[in-house]
Nanobody
Framework: QVQLAESGGGLVQPGGSLRLSCAAS????????MGWYRQAPGKQRELVAT???????NYADAVKGRFTISRDNARNTIDLQMNTLKPEDTAVYYC??????????????????WGQGTLVTVSS
């Protein structure tokens, strides 16, 4: 079993900052891409930012220049530094990881794992 534990959500005023963290644990052989997605009320879940094992990043246009994703491969963690937050950033933020697990000696499979989500509310 593999779990993702998120932390760092909360209430912040417009223009403020928050930092989200996500830690993967369990029977992990390796992790490929990790990322953050969000889902606002009444909307579909959307990509926020991703980072692969080599450190290459990808951001949604709506957050470019304001959000920064980072990763610690040794600890299997990612962070999302969110600056200049706007009310439209209000959403439940979910951590995601493409995890390689060992089925048996020499046999592996990839799992797409999701965290439980953490609420970010941007409001005055």
């Amino acid at each position: 079993q593999v779990q993702l534990a998120e932390s760092g959500g909360g209430l912040v005023q417009p223009g403020g900052s928050l930092r989200l963290s996500c830690a993967a644990s369990g029977s992990i052989f390796s992790i490929d891409t990790m990322g953050w997605y969000r889902q606002a009320p009444g909307k579909q879940r959307e990509l926020v930012a991703t980072i692969n094992g080599g450190g290459s990043t990808n951001y949604a246009d709506a957050v470019k220049g304001r959000f920064t994703i980072s990763r610690d491969n040794a600890r299997n963690t990612i962070d999302l530094q969110m600056n200049t937050l706007k009310p439209e950033d209000t959403a439940v933020y979910y951590c995601n990881a493409d995890v390689k697990v060992t089925v048996r000696a020499g046999v592996y499979r990839y799992l797409a794992v999701w965290g439980q989500g953490t609420l970010v509310t941007v409001s005055s």
